[in-house]
């Protein structure tokens, strides 16, 4: 039977992570959101805790073992912190884990231990793409065989730290097939052009590019997972899942503020936490939260288990996104007119929230 308590090592996980998130990403998040840059020494610091070799196992660098879990622990907690800085500490994860997924055994080795070194991997994910009728199962980016290469064109967005990277994972149609399949391919190539900095309405403080394939050539050993290719689905799981995690930790950190916010603020003699409405709101917004948080959990239990979990993940991603959204929404209301000026947190959040919804409404097709 499952059980709803954390190990001792996931009790430990979860305390260091909430450690830094609360006193490092706490620390800089609005001064990241003004300049548009997370310090790099936070970030650094994020990346010793071994988040990611801890999803590696020991034969590949590594000194854990790929847990979904876990890993929406992390996210949970990453988020609760500031979402900006954790989709950018989260970024190595989304080359790693997909070629520790579906990788043959030689990408294994040759990629995996770059993902356990003592400084943050420049490596991202080219998956996003600029279209109103955007579908993973059927990318506007192409990569035809010709021989023994792969040549891939075509344009990508919202790409993280893609002006540092020297890994590109890139997600493209494959020839006459039309499957979506991913390719290795080094950043630094000349025909990778990294274009103008994407500019949101909220993540001020991650970076993310629009990236264009001119006739990149790379060889075809750099299909992820060989000729059998990639099972999408597992790894959009696995992202789907993480997000989730992340909205949860996003609507906790609005819904704490709120909550403590509404027991200070005296109006008319008494805390407005004492108003019903404002009860009422805040009693939902908690239940919201643990509900969600348990979907996350179930998703992420059955797939470390062997067991179906499209469906959980895909539900779990569109509820956790629209929760973040109403929760973060809430907490601006609680707060009133203070919750519209950034002296507090709220209306940041309630940007980011919105960043979810859209960012989950791109990959849930």
Not at 145 to 155: A, F, M, S, T
Not at 205 to 212: D, K, P, S
Not at 215 to 230: D, H, M, Y
Request: hydrophobic share 45%; charged share 20%.
């Amino acid at each position: 039977m499952y059980s709803f308590d954390l190990t001792d090592e996931q009790k430990m996980l979860t305390d260091a992570v909430n450690r830094y998130a609360t006193r490092q990403l706490r620390a800089v998040y609005r001064d990241a959101e003004e300049s548009g840059a997370l310090p790099d020494d936070v970030i650094q610091t994020g990346w010793e805790l071994g988040l990611l070799p801890a999803l590696i196992p020991e034969a590949f660098g590594g000194f854990g073992e790929h847990s979904v879990l876990n890993g929406a622990l992390i996210a949970e907690e990453l988020g609760y912190g500031d979402v900006a800085a954790a989709l950018h500490l989260l970024s190595p994860n989304l080359v790693a884990i997909p070629i520790l997924l579906c990788g043959t055994k030689q990408q294994k080795q040759t990629y995996l231990p770059q993902f356990c070194t003592e400084t943050f991997p420049k490596a991202t994910a080219a998956f996003l793409e600029a279209s109103i009728t955007f579908d993973p199962y059927d990318l506007n980016t192409s990569a035809r065989l010709v021989r023994n290469e792969y040549v891939l064109w075509g344009q990508k967005t919202m790409v993280i730290n893609a002006d540092e990277a020297e890994t590109l994972l890139v997600y493209a149609r494959e020839g006459q097939s039309g499957n979506t399949q991913a390719f290795l391919v080094p950043a630094k190539d000349p025909r990778v052009h990294i274009n103008r900095r994407d500019r949101w309405m909220g993540f001020h403080a991650l970076r993310t590019f629009t990236v264009e394939l001119e006739g990149v050539t790379i060889p075809a050993e750099n299909k992820l997972g060989g000729k059998a290719g990639i099972d999408l689905k597992q790894i959009l799981t696995c992202s789907r899942i993480a997000v989730a995690g992340l909205g949860v930790g996003l609507a906790k950190a609005a819904f704490e503020y709120a909550r403590d916010y509404a027991k200070e603020r005296v109006a008319f003699g008494e805390p407005i936490a004492h108003r019903q409405a404002i009860a009422f709101m805040l009693a939902e917004m908690a239940i919201e939260i643990d509900a969600t948080r348990l979907l996350v959990w179930e998703a992420a239990w059955k797939f470390d288990q062997g067991k179906p979990a499209v469906h959980d993940a895909y539900l779990a991603a569109l509820y956790a996104a629209d929760m973040a959204l109403k929760v973060t929404d809430g907490a601006v209301q609680v707060l009133g007119g203070h919750g519209y000026i950034r002296d507090h947190p709220v209306e940041l959040w309630l940007r980011n929230g919105r960043g979810l919804v859209t960012l989950v409404g791109s990959v849930i097709v």
